[in-house]
């Protein structure tokens, strides 16, 4: 089915550790991104990318890392795992027509606790 | 810059009554709006998207937003709302024009009661 792929869908890290959360999407789509989602906080961005080779920080960038290397996959990659990153975090693509983004499809989530 | 404001973070309805959720919006250029809808433990899912065509926009399960330019408003409403309308509710504003980067509201915690 196309869409939007996150995996894992959960995970536990221990402080100081690093890992990747994979993003992959089949749609041909220009622009991707990621967020995270706390309670009460709504969603935040993360890191965005408007085309394979393109990345750009979004509102909340430190800590995290992210490549664009195909136009189907954009990973997040936690350098050093801290509690305050516990959170649900989204992948979202949105193909872009005449300047205007036509809806963005996201992931299921990948809920991280980091302990 | 671009901002949007939703005016409720809950509203409580009954089943069957009308169900409003308000979004106003800032921005210096034509934006495109969208409402998604989050149920619990899920991902979020379009509802409707307003992208400069007609003013009034249809979604889907019954929901609808008009594009009010002078209020710079953007409201969701249903003319009856079912128990499974139980959820979160996020108003969405991008620029046209270069920026893709959308600008969620907070969201509106939508509940409804038997």
């Known amino acids: 089915n196309a869409g939007v792929t996150q995996t894992p869908k959960f995970q536990v890290l221990k402080t100081g550790q690093s890992m990747t959360l994979q993003c992959a999407q089949d749609m041909n789509h220009e622009y991707m991104s990621w967020y995270r989602q706390d309670p009460g906080m709504g969603l935040r961005l993360i890191h965005y990318s408007v085309g394979a080779g393109i990345t750009d920080q979004g509102e909340v960038p430190n800590g995290y890392n992210v490549s664009r290397s195909t136009t189907e996959d954009f990973p997040l990659r936690l350098l050093s795992a801290a509690p305050s990153q516990t959170s649900v975090y989204f992948c979202?693509?949105?193909?872009?027509?005449?300047?205007?983004?036509?809806?963005?499809?996201f992931g299921s989530g990948t809920r991280l606790t980091v302990v | 810059a671009q901002s949007v404001t939703q005016l409720d973070s809950h509203v409580s309805v009954s089943e069957g009554t009308p169900v409003l959720l308000r979004c106003n919006y800032s921005?210096?250029?034509?934006?495109?709006l969208f409402w998604y809808v989050q149920h619990p433990n899920k991902g979020l899912q379009l509802l409707l998207k307003y992208t400069s065509a007609a003013t009034l926009v249809k979604g889907i399960n019954g929901f609808e937003a008009e594009f009010k330019k002078s209020e710079t408003s953007f409201h969701l409403t249903k003319p009856s709302a079912h128990m499974s309308d139980a959820a979160e509710y996020f108003c969405?504003?991008?620029?046209?024009?270069?920026?893709?980067?959308?600008?969620f509201g907070r969201g509106t915690s939508l509940i409804v009661h038997p």
């Open positions: 979202a693509s949105s193909y872009v027509d005449r300047g205007r983004p036509y809806g963005y499809t």
């Open positions: 969405v504003v991008t620029l046209s024009g270069g920026s893709y980067i959308p600008t």
């Open positions: 921005s210096s250029y034509s934006p495109s």
